[in-house]
């Protein structure tokens, strides 16, 4: 069964440094997702994207993060600046879309910021 | 701006007992879902509610969705020690594209032999 995947699953950085995680969508899927989960909390939506561009942005994806899908397969978030406070794990998720938008989660990445 | 609210936030039951999660959103939509979390594990869609009246069964989980009362209901029957998890609904507010989904709180259930 297709699934989501990502990477890295734990990414340990300093405060300040630019990371990179990646995420592989399912492959007929046409829209893209990013969310947090702050350890003990609720889920909460990043950004979504579809037709190679932003369509929805929540207050905190503010400048010092951006999405890219470089190359039709990857989907990628970066952090350029990271702060002790984007230490979460950080989900992916696609949806076929056409009406459909049950959305299926990758397995994370685990940002820790030192 | 959409709230979802889930209640109970923690449950704590025992083994074959029967008991009912409520999810509550506070504005207009026919599409709500539900999934389980493990601890440390990625979120698995249980169910997808896309209009009213909707209701769904899988195993010994059984969802609902009232949209007229922006209320969608996750019921446990005769729970074994495998549901333990964390259950959250999440509500699609939009028509049109597949925007974001809005989380409730999540409502964390043990279920004790």
């Known amino acids: 069964e297709p699934e989501v995947t990502q990477t890295p699953s734990h990414q340990v950085t300093q405060m300040g440094q630019e990371v990179i995680l990646r995420c592989v969508p399912i492959?007929?899927?046409?829209?893209f997702y990013w969310y947090r989960q702050i350890l003990g909390q609720k889920v909460e939506f990043l950004v979504s994207?579809?037709?190679?561009?932003?369509?929805?942005k929540s207050e905190i994806f503010d400048d010092q993060f951006s999405v890219e899908r470089p190359d039709g397969s990857n989907f990628t978030l970066k952090i350029r600046s990271t702060k002790l406070e984007d230490s979460a794990m950080y989900f992916c998720?696609?949806?076929?879309?056409?009406?459909?938008?049950?959305?299926?989660f990758g397995p994370g990445t685990r940002l820790t910021v030192l | 701006e959409l709230k979802v609210e889930q209640n109970p936030l923690f449950l704590s039951m025992q083994e074959g007992k029967n008991y009912t999660i409520y999810c509550n959103y506070s504005?207009?939509?026919?599409?709500l879902y539900w999934y389980r979390q493990d601890p440390g594990k990625s979120l698995e869609s249980l169910f997808v509610?896309?209009?009213?009246?909707a209701v769904k069964q899988e195993g010994r989980l059984m969802a609902s969705l009232d949209t007229k009362a922006r209320l969608s209901t996750l019921h446990i029957t005769a729970a074994v020690h495998d549901l333990s998890a964390t259950y959250f609904c999440?509500?699609?507010?939009?028509?049109?594209?597949?925007?974001?989904?809005?989380f409730g709180q999540g409502t964390r259930l043990t279920i004790n032999p």
């Open positions: 492959s007929n899927h046409l829209y």
């Open positions: 998720a696609s949806a076929p879309g056409q009406g459909n938008n049950e959305q299926f």
């Open positions: 994207f579809y037709n190679n561009e932003i369509s929805e």
């Open positions: 509610l896309l209009s009213n009246g």
């Open positions: 504005t207009t939509s026919d599409r």
């Open positions: 999440a509500v699609d507010p939009n028509w049109g594209g597949a925007q974001k989904l809005v």
